[in-house]
T-cell receptor, first 112, second 112 residues
Framework: DVKVTQSSRYLVKRTGEKVFLECVQDMDHENMFWYRQDPGLGLRLIYF???????EKGDIPEGYSVSREKKERFSLILESASTNQTSMYLCASRIFLGQPQHFGDGTRLSIL | GQQLNQSPQSMFIQEGEDVSMNCTSSSIFNTWLWYKQDPGEGPVLLIALYKAGELTSNGRLTAQFGITRKDSFLNISASIPSDVGIYFC????????????FGQGTTLQVKP
């Protein structure tokens, strides 16, 4: 079974804090993705990675960075959290290009 | 850019009824995927379609990859209360970098 694990289901942080969201997959997948999901806006791609130490900007990368030091782990970093980054964050992975993405359970992040 | 139009936006049906939803695109897609998302959870892959005309079933769910490669539908037969959730279509367009394009989602409510 495919397993994508996000480190926290719920997280509350303060404006200006540096926030780390962690995602781990145990299927030896090449590609990993970070999305945010907001009512009325659907899923929007923040960053993705096709291999270790590689990263590509998605559609809304501003205010975020990522790190992929190991194949199984893809971290999303909010450099200085702001209230407009309050959202549901979803991590996904897939074995390689053209195959389905599998999602984690999500992290509901609130920035106060 | 490539977009997916998913309809209907929401459905409220009686338990036991059949359900149909569809996605259309103005451009050709190489892969069609259908996901279900329960409240507060991440999307779960239901069915993946890879060839034009392909018809695939997963229990009470049936999905088809349109022959024109610009549409797909998902049918749910004999709905039950646990079918409640948001259903998303998604696909890989031709010539893209492998990013998934998502539909806006269909919210399904089932009355016991």
């Amino acid at each position: 079974d495919v397993k994508v694990t996000q480190s926290s289901r719920y997280l509350v942080k303060r404006t200006g804090e540096k926030v780390f969201l962690e995602c781990v997959q145990d299927m030896d997948h090449e590609n990993m993705f970070w999305y945010r999901q907001d009512p009325g806006l659907g899923l929007r791609l923040i960053y993705f990675s096709y291999d270790v130490k590689m990263k590509e900007k998605g559609d809304i990368p501003e205010g975020y960075s990522v790190s992929r030091e190991k194949k199984e782990r893809f971290s999303l970093i909010l450099e200085s959290a702001s209230t407009n980054q309050t959202s549901m964050y979803l991590c996904a992975s897939r074995i390689f290009l053209g195959q389905p993405q599998h999602f984690g359970d999500g992290t509901r992040l609130s920035i106060l | 850019g490539q977009q997916l139009n998913q309809s209907p936006q929401s459905m409220f049906i009686q338990e036991g009824e059949d359900v149909s939803m569809n996605c259309t695109s103005s451009s050709i897609f190489n892969t069609w995927l259908w996901y279900k998302q329960d409240p507060g959870e991440g999307p779960v892959l239901l069915i993946a379609l890879y060839k034009a005309g392909e018809l695939t079933s997963n229990g009470r769910l049936t999905a088809q990859f349109g022959i024109t490669r610009k549409d797909s539908f998902l049918n749910i037969s004999a709905s039950i209360p646990s079918d409640v959730g948001i259903y998303f279509c998604a696909g890989h367009g031709s010539g893209n970098t492998g990013k998934l394009i998502f539909g806006q989602g269909t919210t399904l409510q089932v009355k016991p």
